[in-house]
Nanobody, 125 residues
Framework: QVQLVESGGGLVQVGGSLRVSCAAS????????MGWFRRAPGKEREFVAA????????YYADFVKGRFTISRDNAKNMVALQMNSLKPEATAVYYC??????????????????WGQGTQVTVSS
């Protein structure tokens, strides 16, 4: 049974930093591209970042603008998203997702096979 469990969400002030993590189990982690998505209140789920299973290349949404960093640790089956210089519009539920061995990294939710339950990030002004 595949499980993705996010942690590290919480309340942070504008301009602050937060690191969210995702622990994966029940899958061959090194063969999965890992992605982070978020859903803000009243909005659709949107792509934030992804890291390739094959090359560990990283991909970011334009709104990240160098403030976020995605990383993975295949030995620990974990992926993390370091978020700096947070803005109020970053308030959302952040989801971890896994995509099996696709050659092209997907930026759409439909391109991922498994999802975590999400972790709330709230940026207060």
């Amino acid at each position: 049974q595949v499980q993705l469990v996010e942690s590290g969400g919480g309340l942070v002030q504008v301009g602050g930093s937060l690191r969210v993590s995702c622990a994966a189990s029940g899958l061959l982690f090194s063969r999965y591209t890992m992605g982070w998505f978020r859903r803000a209140p009243g909005k659709e789920r949107e792509f934030v970042a992804a890291i390739s299973w094959r090359t560990s290349s990283t991909y970011y949404a334009d709104f990240v603008k160098g403030r976020f960093t995605i990383s993975r640790d295949n030995a620990k089956n974990m992926v993390a998203l370091q978020m700096n210089s947070l803005k109020p519009e970053a308030t959302a539920v952040y989801y971890c997702a896994a995509d099996y061995q696709r050659l092209v990294v997907s930026r759409t939710p439909g391109g991922y096979d498994y999802w975590g339950q999400g972790t709330q990030v709230t940026v207060s002004s």
